[in-house]
């Protein structure tokens, strides 16, 4: 009988492309997954892989072998969320996937507040810009910011929430300094190779500095609010921040929607159920927030 265990490296390795890639993605060493895959082939009698100075490409045995692995693979998620489905305890694992902004400047206080509600269920957050894959059970709720409804994957029930908006801000000081007529160059702040939108070139303040990139979030507030110039935040965190200001003249353009999405017989269980409802609540309540209602403090 094949180790279903030996399909998951052969899947990586497929997948990746490489020996490095696969061990990467698996959380394991490089000699761990050449042993896995020299198991399937004694195995299954045949190679899977030539290798090749770009990588490892399948060969035509190994072509075949790919198609039944995935097979397999879906099955086994299948298997997994059924079952997982079926548990109504409010207790075992929960994880929730969402963007570290809404994790740390937002949902925290909530989530605390859920976890000493349910003190026997486990949370995992996961708090990361990534897409997590709900149908492989990488989190079994995912709160997403989603600028277009049809880019959802159909496979997924969808829970919609409040819409997010954004604005320009900068450091109050900085502000003062430039209307005084300070000489020092404003620059924009960006995160990695983000650019500037065109929409906030039409405020009354005006970039006169090169880039200013940071590799975080986090990083891009501390900036902001160090004068170094200024940046694009989303309203419920700008305007929370007693150091930062709203750039005069700048729209509030729509970031996205907020979105609950779960997945198939995931979404039946009583823990997953009770945290939808739950944060689906909070977040109809903080609407106003995120729509830039708040009372700005220019």
Not at 38 to 67: C, D, H, I, N, W
Not at 141 to 162: M, Q
């Amino acid at each position: 009988m094949i180790d279903w265990d030996d399909v998951r490296y052969f899947l990586a390795v497929a997948r990746g492309g490489s020996v490095r890639a696969a061990a990467g993605r698996l959380g394991v060493n490089h000699s761990t997954v050449l042993r896995r895959i020299a198991q399937l082939e004694e195995r299954l009698g045949a190679q899977m892989f030539e290798k090749l100075p770009s990588g490892y490409r399948l060969t035509a045995a190994g072509e075949e072998v790919l198609e039944l692995a995935d097979q397999m693979e879906a099955s086994s998620h299948q298997l997994e969320t059924r079952v997982f489905g079926r548990d109504q305890g409010a207790r075992g694992l929960l994880r929730v996937t969402l963007p570290p902004f809404l994790a740390t400047h937002l949902l925290m206080p909530d989530l605390a507040d859920f976890s000493r509600m349910y003190p026997d269920i486990e949370m995992e957050i996961l708090s990361s810009g990534e897409v997590a894959n709900l149908t492989n059970r990488e989190a079994d709720v995912a709160i997403r910011i989603v600028a277009d409804r049809k880019t959802l994957p159909l496979n997924l029930h969808g829970l919609r929430g409040p819409e997010l908006f954004s604005a320009v801000y900068m450091s109050r000081d900085r502000l003062a300094a430039w209307r005084a007529g300070a000489p020092d160059p404003i620059r924009w702040i960006v995160i990695n190779n983000h650019g500037l939108p065109g929409w906030a070139r039409e405020g009354e303040v005006h970039t006169t500095g090169v880039p200013f990139r940071t590799p975080d979030a986090e990083a891009q507030i501390v900036a902001a609010q160090q004068g170094i110039g200024m940046t694009k935040l989303p309203c419920f965190v700008g305007d929370a921040d007693p150091l930062l200001v709203r750039v005069p003249g700048t729209d509030l353009p729509m970031h996205g929607t907020l979105w609950l999405l779960t997945q198939g017989e995931t979404r039946k269980t009583k823990r997953v159920r009770l945290f939808t409802e739950f944060i689906s609540r909070r977040l109809a309540a903080y609407a106003p927030l995120l729509a830039g209602l708040s009372i700005s403090r220019d």
